[in-house]
């Protein structure tokens, strides 16, 4: 009852086969957790299985797109069929980069893709697993529920408008998840990083110019395994918030201490400041940004 | 017949070692200049390293070779005989090296023991390595010195080749080569943390889902680029394709889970499965690279020799047994 929730879990992450989900993934088996490694790419997702299984631990690649609630509901009856129980732990994780264009400039397919993956996927996530959590928090098993956000749940950074909001909700549904979950023993956290060293600007939809900079600044990042782990200790601690690097810590605090404040002076950071373009010009174009700028054209490959 | 391969859980050992080393040798990697000079002081720390992890057994007699003579040019290495050796036996080893480093001598522990626990006699193959000596020179020389081995009287059957890391590279390499000119193949290959992908693609995908705890895809790249220098790495004898039907000796990879080499050794037993070939791929779970030379360091080391010995031994009785049978018949 009072052993840890990331310890010997019957866990399910999502969008494992990459990234934060990988590494989550990979630190859960070495804690003696059975694994089921769900993502849209399998050959990834059987890449983190093989990893696990070279290391002795024990995983299986399930296929979801969690943007689908019936893919999310297959997912969990895979899962229930291969524990022979159901899950001890979720980690609704998979997500997408989206950005470059301000509100207005961003397509609206680009809206659209953005939330289906990062606010669906955790909706659909939720609805389906919380029941269950519930039931086995009730049979007297350790379980709990991890949904990552990000520090741009928080941050409102411009030229990320559908990601922010798609965060936020993140955000809003772990608080909420959390809530009603007082008393149930079913524990709930939401993560909410910085830069992490992951694929997710090569793989998402960020306009040319808007990539290089998230590139240049995601060497800075910390390693995914690092999150993973201070995530995974933070949950066992019953935390609600995870926010493993300082500069989420601070611009939280700010956030909240002067909001309105905070808002103009991240505007003017991105339109004056070391990252933002000089150029008052927004940009009109739609993914894949076609290559204009010759200063930034060879940033790319 | 050889035990099934159960992975266990990494001895409490390894899981220190495999600790330490992160917080010892990676950071290592930062301060050791780029280049030329690079790969000399990494020669040397190696080589303090690898005298450190691993013990030389008692009863195994070593004699250097240095033979040049028309037929097969310079043939560098030496023999490393068990004190009562099997008659009718012998491994060709071809040491592990980046391309760039170590030599018969930091392999000597390593190769002394398999020679120990085999009872077969070994000849450590000695090859030109680079920044000096840049590709082909490797298996070329690999290649002379199983002529070397043949002319000596040994016949193929007589022979496994064995190798670790670029040592199992070559070893695969010197196998397809064979194969495709026809010639008789050798009675097994053993291959310890074999190398596969020359691009470095395969450790790259690794790395991003577990870091090796001693070095980076990026070092390893640079010391491959002193190796490739302008040749393609997808030349056939880099990037080794096998069609089916191309059927390769029965085989033995063993590798370590938490190495960067895991994905290659994946690779290549997979390749060599589908083409036919009888291949056994064993990956030890939080081992690291070559962790069977580190014997004073991990208890895994012996076990892991111990079952490669055991494989190399009954590849050469069946062989041998096959051939003689032949011979009965014929
Ligand atoms: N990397 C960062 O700096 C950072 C910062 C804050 C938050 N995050 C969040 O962390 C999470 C993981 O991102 P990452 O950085 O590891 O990215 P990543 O691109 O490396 O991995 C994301 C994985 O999700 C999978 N995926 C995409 N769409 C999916 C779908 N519809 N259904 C199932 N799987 C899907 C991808 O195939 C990929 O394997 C995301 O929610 C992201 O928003 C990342």
């Given at each position: 009852?009072t052993?840890?929730?990331s310890?010997?879990?019957?866990?399910?992450?999502?969008?494992?086969?990459?990234?934060?989900?990988?590494?989550?993934?990979?630190?859960?088996?070495?804690?003696?957790?059975?694994?089921v490694?769900?993502?849209?790419?399998?050959?990834?997702?059987?890449?983190?299985?093989?990893?696990?299984e070279?290391?002795?631990?024990?995983?299986i690649?399930?296929?979801c797109?969690?943007?689908?609630?019936?893919?999310?509901?297959?997912?969990?009856?895979?899962?229930?069929?291969?524990?022979?129980?159901v899950?001890?732990l979720?980690?609704?994780?998979?997500?997408v980069?989206?950005?470059?264009?301000?509100?207005?400039?961003?397509?609206?397919?680009?809206?659209?893709?953005?939330l289906?993956?990062?606010?669906?996927?955790?909706?659909?996530?939720?609805?389906?697993?919380a029941?269950?959590?519930?039931?086995a928090?009730?049979?007297?098993?350790s379980?709990?529920?991890?949904?990552?956000?990000?520090?741009?749940?928080?941050?409102?950074?411009?030229?990320?408008?559908?990601?922010?909001?798609?965060?936020?909700?993140?955000?809003?549904?772990?608080?909420?998840?959390?809530?009603?979950?007082?008393?149930?023993?079913?524990?709930?956290s939401?993560l909410?990083?910085t830069?992490?060293?992951?694929?997710i600007?090569?793989?998402?939809?960020?306009n040319?110019?808007?990539?290089?900079?998230?590139?240049?600044?995601?060497?800075f990042g910390?390693?995914?395994?690092?999150?993973?782990r201070?995530?995974?200790?933070?949950?066992?601690?019953?935390g609600?918030?995870?926010?493993?690097?300082?500069?989420?810590?601070v611009g939280?605090?700010?956030?909240?201490?002067i909001p309105?404040?905070?808002?103009?002076?991240?505007?003017?950071?991105?339109?004056?400041?070391?990252?933002?373009?000089?150029?008052?010009?927004?940009?009109?174009?739609?993914?894949?940004?076609?290559?204009?700028?010759?200063?930034?054209?060879?940033?790319?490959? | 017949?050889?035990?099934?391969?159960?992975?266990?859980?990494?001895?409490?050992?390894?899981?220190f070692?495999?600790w330490?080393?992160?917080?010892?040798?990676?950071?290592?990697?930062?301060?050791?200049?780029?280049?030329?000079?690079?790969v000399?002081?990494?020669?040397?720390?190696?080589?303090?390293?690898?005298?450190?992890?691993g013990?030389s057994p008692?009863?195994?007699?070593?004699?250097?070779?240095?033979?040049?003579?028309?037929r097969?040019?310079r043939?560098?290495g030496?023999?490393?005989?068990?004190?009562?050796?099997?008659?009718g036996?012998v491994v060709?080893?071809?040491?592990?090296?980046?391309?760039?480093?170590?030599?018969?001598?930091?392999?000597?522990?390593l190769?002394?023991?398999?020679?120990?626990?085999?009872r077969?006699?070994?000849?450590?193959a000695?090859?030109?390595?680079?920044?000096?000596?840049?590709?082909?020179?490797?298996?070329?020389?690999?290649?002379?010195?199983y002529?070397?081995?043949?002319?000596?009287?040994?016949t193929?059957?007589?022979?496994?080749?064995?190798?670790?890391?670029?040592?199992?590279?070559l070893?695969?390499?010197?196998?397809?080569?064979l194969?495709?000119?026809?010639?008789?193949?050798?009675?097994?290959l053993v291959?310890?943390s074999?190398?596969?992908?020359v691009?470095?693609?395969?450790?790259?995908e690794?790395?991003?889902?577990?870091?090796?705890?001693?070095?980076?895809?990026?070092?390893?790249r640079?010391?491959?680029?002193?190796?490739?220098?302008?040749?393609?790495?997808?030349?056939?004898?880099l990037?080794?394709?096998?069609e089916?039907?191309?059927?390769?000796?029965?085989?033995?990879?063993?590798?370590?889970g938490?190495?960067f080499?895991?994905?290659d050794?994946?690779?290549?037993?997979?390749?060599?499965?589908?083409?036919?070939?009888?291949?056994?791929?064993?990956?030890?779970?939080?081992?690291?690279?070559v962790?069977?030379?580190?014997?004073?360091?991990?208890?895994?080391?012996?076990q892991a020799?111990?079952?490669?010995?055991?494989?190399?031994?009954?590849?050469?009785?069946?062989?041998?047994?096959?051939?003689e049978?032949?011979?009965?018949?014929?």
């Open positions: 009852m052993s840890k929730v310890k010997n879990a019957r866990a399910i992450v999502t969008g494992a086969a990459s990234g934060i989900g990988q590494a989550f993934a990979i630190e859960l088996a070495r804690r003696g957790g059975q694994v490694v769900s993502d849209i790419d399998m050959v990834g997702a059987q890449r983190t299985v093989t990893v696990i070279d290391n002795g631990g024990t995983a690649a399930v296929h797109d969690v943007s689908r609630l019936d893919s999310v509901q297959d997912l969990a009856a895979e899962a229930c069929r291969w524990f022979e129980g899950p001890t979720v980690i609704n994780n998979a997500g980069g989206a950005g470059g264009n301000v509100v207005g400039d961003a397509p609206m397919e680009d809206w659209q893709w953005t289906g993956i990062n606010l669906w996927g955790p909706i659909n996530g939720c609805h389906v697993f029941p269950m959590l519930r039931d928090a009730a049979a007297g098993e379980v709990g529920i991890i949904n990552v956000a990000s520090a741009a749940s928080f941050g409102a950074a411009p030229r990320m408008a559908a990601y922010n909001v798609s965060k936020a909700g993140v955000l809003s549904l772990s608080e909420t998840l959390a809530a009603e979950m007082v008393g149930t023993g079913v524990k709930v939401v909410c990083p830069f992490v060293k992951t694929n600007v090569t793989s998402g939809r960020i040319a110019k808007a990539s290089a900079a998230a590139s240049r600044l995601m060497q910390m390693s995914a395994d690092k999150v993973a201070i995530c995974l200790d933070t949950h066992d601690r019953g609600l918030y995870v926010m493993p690097q300082i500069d989420a810590k939280w605090q700010i956030k909240r201490t309105h404040t905070y808002t103009r002076v991240v505007g003017l950071l991105e339109r004056y400041g070391p990252l933002g373009g000089d150029d008052s010009l927004p940009e009109t174009s739609v993914h894949p940004h076609p290559v204009a700028d010759p200063a930034t054209s060879d940033k790319e490959n | 017949m050889m035990p099934r391969f159960t992975p266990h859980p990494p001895s409490s050992r390894a899981r070692a495999l330490a080393t992160r917080r010892t040798l990676r950071p290592l990697e930062h301060v050791v200049p780029d280049g030329v000079l690079g000399k002081v990494t020669r040397r720390l190696l080589a303090g390293m690898m005298a450190g992890a013990t008692l009863g195994v007699e070593v004699t250097p070779v240095d033979s040049t003579t028309e097969f040019g043939v560098k030496e023999w490393v005989r068990p004190t009562t050796p099997r008659p036996m060709l080893y071809i040491h592990g090296s980046g391309y760039n480093l170590c030599s018969t001598k930091t392999h000597r522990p190769v002394s023991r398999l020679a120990k626990e085999t077969v006699t070994v000849f450590s000695e090859y030109r390595l680079a920044p000096e000596h840049p590709f082909p020179a490797a298996p070329d020389d690999i290649e002379r010195a002529d070397w081995l043949l002319a000596q009287g040994w193929a059957d007589q022979i496994v080749v064995a190798g670790d890391s670029a040592g199992g590279h070893t695969l390499d010197l196998a397809v080569r194969l495709r000119e026809g010639r008789d193949l050798p009675a097994g291959m310890f074999p190398l596969a992908d691009t470095c693609s395969l450790i790259t690794r790395e991003k889902a577990l870091p090796d705890p001693m070095l980076s895809a990026a070092g390893v640079k010391l491959f680029a002193h190796y490739l220098l302008d040749t393609d790495p997808l030349h056939p004898r990037t080794h394709v096998l089916p039907g191309e059927v390769l000796p029965p085989t033995l990879i063993q590798a370590g938490a190495e080499l895991a994905a050794a994946h690779h290549i037993a997979d390749m060599l499965e589908a083409s036919g070939t009888d291949v056994a791929l064993e990956i030890w779970p939080g081992q690291m690279h962790f069977q030379a580190a014997n004073r360091m991990v208890p895994e080391a012996d020799l111990r079952r490669a010995a055991k494989f190399l031994v009954s590849a050469l009785q069946a062989s041998t047994a096959a051939a049978a032949k011979e009965a018949t014929a």
